[in-house]
């Protein structure tokens, strides 16, 4: 708030400055009132069985990524309750279970595309999107580039 007080600069360098940092002082101002939910979430207490049922749910997923586990299905499966699964995993892991699901089902395509002459709507079919486009936009999405491209890139 200072700097945009303070500002000295003329013209359109100043416009440009203030916006920059008006957006600055938005961005830390919703930083701070997103950190008490941020908090809340990883409350959860943890005991070291449930740390190994979150790791039996992980090795689980990567077993079987191309099954579409529902939450209340592994919820009920490892004996834990669904706020403990999915608050736990991303506390455990750094990332939420879909997230983690998606990651595999995503490199699983990458392999395909890379070590197999399947078509793209094909690996699509066979990572479980039912519609190359959806594909095509997770997988530019997840990687940085199209599933096409990533038969050439090293």
Known sequence: AREILGCRRTGP????FLEAKALEFIHTVLEHL??????????VRLTERDK???QQVRERL???FMEGARIEDLAREFGLNRNKL???FRNLF????FDFASGLRMNEARRLL???SLSVSEVALSVGYSSTGAFSSAFH????HSPSEARILP
Do not use: N
């Not at 360098?13 to 440009?16: A, H, I, P």
């Not at 997103?34 to 409350?43: G, I, N, Q, W």
């Not at 750094?94 to 279970?97: D, E, P």
């Not at 999405?141 to 940085?144: K, N, Q, T, V, Y």
């Open 13 to 16: 360098m100043r416009k440009l």
């Open 34 to 43: 997103v950190s008490p939910a941020e908090a809340r979430a990883s409350s």
């Open 52 to 54: 190994r049922q979150l």
């Open 62 to 64: 990567e077993a079987s």
């Open 86 to 88: 999915c608050t736990g």
């Open 94 to 97: 750094g990332v939420s279970i």
């Open 114 to 116: 890379r070590e197999s």
């Open 141 to 144: 999405r997840f990687f940085g």
